[in-house]
């Protein structure tokens, strides 16, 4: 470890004392301490101290909450610092001829680093550089620098900056330890290294010395600000389960998170982030022991408080989980869930009792913004023997009123997602008379979720009643059904009351509204007619408007030219209102995808149908703004998509290519993939699929049908 500067760690040593005594005499020491810092910073020993900021959480160290006392690794001195930064700059710009100008250099980098790991780590300026080279390193790289690490996790895990790269390194190193599980080592020395060098461990051991220098401490990260999501990712990476963002963003990373990319990465292996992972034996015991260290040391108070704890909710979701998960593979429910069992004491008989602790604890978590979402985890995750008895004695009687309600509400639809068909039954007949509140207080997403599990349970006379009190409700037939759902007014156009709730949050109005849409076209029957029913009846202004404000509204036109319709004209009449805006389409954030998905669109099919004139004519007014098309990012995916090239420089092989959507046999369609094209050979001009590097997959439910390119004097066929 580099040594510290003796001169700052008098500073740091004396402001220490001065707080001890503040605690003893705070009149007295406040006017001394003002007075030495005065004549510190006179004397030039205290220049930088007071500004200096060490990158913990000093709001939750001064609450006690730290029990480690922090380090301070050294800083990088100027040269250094410039020295990485123009690091960072050659890395962004990845003017290297071939991948082994970039190992060397990137091994030179290293090289550069080592024993300033720390120092970069917890730098404000170079810690991003850091993160990138983690995720550039190769396996050898990223063991020693758990080396060097090793021994400073607690401080770093708290730190500010040092760590989102504990994250970062944690994250690129959990793959390595599913292929070292198989026997797959690539950590050898080269010939650059030292041969005398001992051999590196293997990954496991790393992770699992990391999880000796953070135990006993587990209760202050807990709750930590930075600390927290460091043990998320140690926890996710413990159980296997996978490693996408998309999949963890949620619990693992803020929102404030920033994404750090890399211009390479080592062997560019990035399948295993979206599977589950093997993981070894010790990892589930581990996982186990830190479930146990966190409820033998707290008492039921703890845990209410930490439930409803904006830092510490997050990691006691992941924690019940894995509890649950882990303890119910051995196939006996009752199991050893301590987290479950400390939660619900003497579950599920005391939740018969509404005054015992168990049914408390439900009761006030219901409505609690941040509470809510544990108990989420826990009505999806929990025994089949918990859920019924929480369900049949304090949710059912409630339903409806929890329905209605906008934070106990998700709860509720957690609910519905386990429920047998009789009781789903059973809480549609209780909404039904109340359909209406639902509607007026936007709780589209609550009306999803009843739609979507009544259709799977196959309850469909109960998807027909839910449709009918939705059109009802939402105004003069079902005209008005979508522009109710996705397109609702604005504080400034309807200033009454019944809109209040709208305005304050219109977006997630909106998204909940279009995804309810989309729902309602995926269920066949009537509230696929509906839908259709209430987009023919809209002006072309309000197509476009849903083509172009959103992405959730862009989606619903989209799922709309993909679905068969019994009105045969329902996706002409769709395409024809857009048609005078196909460069405003082009040009939109959003609409681009409308005008993308169009090209799908089979031209003869039975339940989609779209003349293929109208697709020419599209594809010629591109043409004739090819050149601003090609002056933006948006601009180039549309004319890729619509293959422009093509269609200017070989008009028959296009025309092949567009209708080969219709010439696609209905049971390939949905497995047609694009497989890659031979150098300096042109794809066959005719109708059947051909090798095509740019070709596009469709999703045509249903479609069928082929066209016969002879009638529209196709001559590249004989």
């Known amino acids: 470890m580099p040594k510290p500067r003796s001169k700052r760690q008098a500073i740091r040593e004396e402001r220490r004392k001065k707080r001890q005594q503040d605690e003893v005499a705070p009149d007295e020491s406040t006017h001394t301490a003002k007075r030495r810092r005065r004549n510190e910073d006179d004397n030039g020993t205290g220049d930088q101290a007071p500004a200096f900021d060490d990158g913990y959480d000093k709001s939750e160290a001064a609450g006690g909450l730290l029990p480690t006392e922090h380090e301070f690794f050294g800083m990088l001195s100027d040269q250094e610092q410039e020295y990485f930064r123009s690091v960072d700059e050659q890395l962004d710009i990845d003017n ?63 730190h500010r900056f040092a760590s989102h790269c504990c994250e970062t390194l944690f994250l690129q190193s959990a793959p390595i330890v599913t292929r070292e599980l198989g026997g797959e080592r690539d950590d050898m020395p080269t010939e650059d290294d030292d041969p005398d060098e001992k051999p590196l461990p293997s990954m496991e051991e790393l992770f699992l010395l990391t999880l000796d220098e953070l135990e006993g401490r587990l209760s202050s990260l807990l709750t930590d600000r930075f600390a927290s999501h460091t043990l998320r990712v140690l926890l996710f990476i413990l159980s296997g389960r996978p490693l996408d963002r998309a999949q963890t963003k949620s619990l693992v990373h803020s929102k404030k998170k920033e994404k750090i990319s890399a211009p390479w990465k080592f062997n560019g292996e990035t399948e295993v982030d979206s599977q589950l992972r093997a993981v070894p034996n010790s990892f589930n015991l581990a996982t186990k022991k830190i479930i146990n260290d966190t409820v033998s040391g707290m008492s039921p108070t703890e845990f209410r408080v930490l439930a409803i704890h904006p830092t510490g909710n997050p990691v006691l979701q992941l924690l019940l989980e894995l509890d649950i998960t882990l303890n119910s593979k051995s ?244 395409v024809a209102a857009l048609r005078p805006h196909v460069m405003e389409l082009a040009n939109s954030e959003h609409g681009n995808k409308v005008l993308s998905a169009i090209i799908s669109v089979p031209s003869r099919s039975e339940g989609i149908s779209l003349p293929f004139h109208i697709k020419e004519s599209i594809i010629t007014e591109l043409g004739e703004h090819e050149q601003e098309l090609r002056d933006s990012f948006i601009g180039r995916r549309i004319w890729r998509d619509w293959k422009g090239d093509l269609w200017r420089n070989r008009r028959v092989e296009w025309i092949a290519w567009a209708k080969e959507v219709d010439s696609a046999p209905e049971h390939n369609i949905p497995n047609r993939q694009s497989k890659p094209g031979i150098p300096g050979q042109r794809p066959k001009p005719n109708g059947a699929q051909y090798d095509n590097p740019n070709s596009i997959q469709v999703n045509a439910k249903g479609w069928v049908g082929k066209e016969n390119n002879r009638k529209r004097g196709f001559r590249g066929r004989t």
């Open 96 to 158: 290297f001829p071939s991948q082994e100008e970039r190992r060397l250099f990137l091994a030179s980098v290293f090289a550069e680093a080592q024993g300033k790991e720390l120092k970069l780590a917890c730098s404000q300026s170079c810690s991003r550089l850091m993160e990138r080279l983690i995720l550039m390193s190769n396996t050898r790289q990223k063991k020693k620098l758990f080396e060097q690490f090793g021994g400073h996790f607690p401080n770093l895990v708290q």
């Open 331 to 574: 196939g006996d429910e009752s199991g050893e869930m301590t987290l479950l069992w400390h939660l619900l004491p003497g579950a599920p008989a005391s939740l018969k009792d509404a005054t015992t602790q168990a049914s408390d604890f439900v009761n006030s978590m219901l409505y609690d913004a941040i509470g809510s979402r544990l108990l989420e985890t826990l009505i999806t995750h929990c025994p089949g023997k918990v859920f019924k008895v929480l369900y049949k004695q304090i949710l059912e009687p409630r339903m409806h009123s929890l329905l209605r309600n906008d934070i106990a509400g998700y709860p509720a639809i957690c609910v519905l997602n386990r429920l047998s068909k009789e009781d789903l039954i059973g809480v549609v007949k209780q909404t039904i008379p109340e359909f209406g509140k639902l509607v007026k207080l936007s709780r589209f997403n609550v009306i999803k979720a009843l739609l979507e599990r009544c259709q799977a349970r196959q309850a469909y006379d109960e998807v027909k009643a839910l449709t009918k009190q939705l059109v009802e409700q939402c105004g003069d037939g079902p005209k008005s059904l979508v522009p109710r759902l996705c397109l609702p007014p604005s504080s400034k156009d309807d200033g009454e009351k019944q809109h209040e709730p709208l305005a304050k949050n219109r977006s997630a109005v909106v998204s909940h509204g279009s995804h309810l849409v989309t729902a309602m076209l995926a269920i066949p029957e009537s509230p696929r007619k509906a839908i259709q029913a209430s987009i023919s009846a809209l002006s072309e202004e309000q197509v476009l408007e849903l083509a172009t404000s959103s992405a959730p509204t862009s989606h619903v036109i989209v799922d709309a030219l993909s679905t068969p319709a019994q009105n045969k004209i329902f996706h002409k009449a769709l």
